[in-house]
């Protein structure tokens, strides 16, 4: 919701109604915004202040930090490989997400080497001795494969492990955070 108003730069009387009471939010450039959530299978460019964040936990989050050019984008994805999906724009897989962020970003070959990659997520959310049924380290895998492949380097990984992860990149400052999902699951119950 947006609101705009145009009032007198005065103090309103004490005790009377504020001009602005009940209005949810204002959109002001200096008011914090809540990061862009970037859910399973999407992708989003971010640009100036925004923030976009991704919960992962087998998914792996590929994100892309371009600071000569101010941009930001991150997928979200739920699986490694489709050979059919592959020229398609999209994140669902990793194979179609990496081309989909460079695309979405504007950049080409000779801009790569300006671009910082963050990967996270890939983690182990079933207790399962399938290989199969591991899909977070093949989601992880597959990204390894994917950005070598259009020769993108990572600057930061944290992938593996039991347990889920926020990763947050902030587009003004173009910098990312990566945070671990903590449970309590000594805690006793009442």
């Known amino acids: 919701m947006q609101a705009i108003f145009n009032l007198p730069l005065q103090q309103p009387l004490p005790g009377a109604p504020l001009p602005w009471a009940g209005v949810e939010a204002l959109d002001r450039a200096d008011s914090p915004r809540a990061p862009l959530q970037v859910a399973m299978g999407q992708l989003k460019l971010g640009i100036r202040t925004e923030q976009l964040q991704a919960l992962l936990g087998s998914c792996v989050g590929i994100g892309l930090?371009?600071?000569?050019?101010?941009?930001?984008?991150?997928?979200?994805?739920?699986?490694?490989?489709?050979?059919?999906?592959?020229?398609?724009?999209?994140?669902?897989?990793?194979?179609?997400?990496?081309?989909?962020?460079?695309?979405?970003?504007?950049?080409?070959?000779?801009?790569?080497?300006?671009?910082?990659?963050?990967?996270?997520?890939?983690?182990?959310?079933?207790?399962?001795?399938?290989?199969?049924?591991?899909?977070?380290?093949?989601?992880?895998?597959?990204?390894?494969?994917?950005?070598r492949k259009h020769g993108l380097n990572v600057t930061y990984c944290r992938i593996g492990g039991k347990c889920g992860r926020t990763m947050t990149i902030d587009c003004a400052t173009c910098t990312y955070s990566v945070q671990e999902i903590v449970t309590n699951q000594g805690a006793a119950h009442a």
């Open 65 to 147: 930090i371009w600071k000569k050019r101010g941009r930001c984008a991150l997928a979200h994805c739920l699986l490694p490989e489709c050979p059919q999906m592959a020229d398609e724009f999209g994140a669902r897989y990793v194979n179609q997400a990496v081309p989909s962020l460079l695309r979405l970003l504007g950049a080409t070959e000779a801009d790569y080497a300006d671009i910082e990659v963050i990967v996270a997520g890939g983690a182990t959310m079933l207790n399962s001795c399938s290989s199969r049924l591991q899909i977070g380290q093949q989601n992880a895998d597959a990204a390894r494969k994917h950005l």
